[in-house]
């Protein structure tokens, strides 16, 4: 079954305006955490943003922000103020605890490209 | 600090070879992970390591497959009779405690074709 859910696989945005990405995950665990990585035409996976289950604020981290909606199973990125090298890859990715550790499904990614 | 390093950057093999991916993760980092990452595709879970210890070993396709960790540091994905679907960039990740709310540092990766 699908874990992780990107819908979009590639989304525009005019630079210096905001872009939502968008995220929904599926578990049973009570505790879990939401990630998001940025993935460069260069390859390298650079940690963006993170958000607990039990977390109860939407986390932040520059101009990245997570949109958590728990009850609709939902973690949209939200980049403000786009710049030309926001242009990348993002993954939006689940750890959950299993089998006496923490395994992370990522899903499929979405590319956003911004426009000059 | 240095980050995660993997080597070597690329590898090229054919099929029916056995390779070994090398991985070094950050220092002080307890937990590592690898994942497979074919194109257009988000990282897939292969392995995660606790100290010296493999901890899940779920996402590893077959017995071809095989991680090692002994000294709790370095790591080798070892791939016997390698096929043409094994051709993927092989991702390390090591993090501090692995704990569920720690991140997760990438390497740069491993680029794997199986001619």
């Known amino acids: 079954a699908q874990k992780i859910t990107q819908t979009q696989p590639g989304m525009f945005v005019q630079e210096k305006e905001a872009v939502t990405l968008d995220c929904t995950y599926d578990t049973s665990d009570q505790s879990y955490g939401l990630f998001w990585y940025k993935q460069p035409s260069s390859g390298e996976m650079i940690f963006l943003i993170y958000q607990g289950s039990y977390d109860e604020q939407n986390a932040t981290e520059g101009r990245y922000s997570l949109n958590f909606q728990k009850a609709r199973k939902s973690a949209n990125l939200v980049i403000s103020a786009s710049q030309l090298g926001d242009s990348a890859m993002y993954f939006c990715a689940m750890r959950e605890h299993l089998r006496g550790g923490f395994k992370t499904i990522f899903g499929a990614g979405t590319r956003l490209f911004v426009k000059a | 600090g240095a980050g995660v390093s993997q080597t070597p950057s690329n590898k090229v093999t054919e099929k029916g070879k056995y390779v070994e991916l090398r991985c070094d993760p950050i220092s002080g980092h307890t937990a590592l992970y690898w994942y497979r990452q074919s194109l257009g595709q988000g990282p897939e879970f292969l392995i995660y390591?606790?100290?010296?210890?493999?901890?899940?070993d779920s996402g590893l396709p077959n017995d071809r497959f095989f991680a090692v960790r002994p000294e709790g540091s370095v790591s080798t994905l070892k791939i016997q009779r390698t096929e043409r679907g094994d051709s993927a960039v092989y991702l390390c990740?090591?993090?501090?405690?692995?704990?569920?709310?720690?991140?997760?540092?990438f390497g740069p990766g491993t680029r794997l074709t199986v001619l």
């Open positions: 990740a090591s993090s501090l405690k692995g704990a569920g709310e720690d991140t997760q540092y």
């Open positions: 390591f606790q100290g010296t210890g493999a901890a899940d």
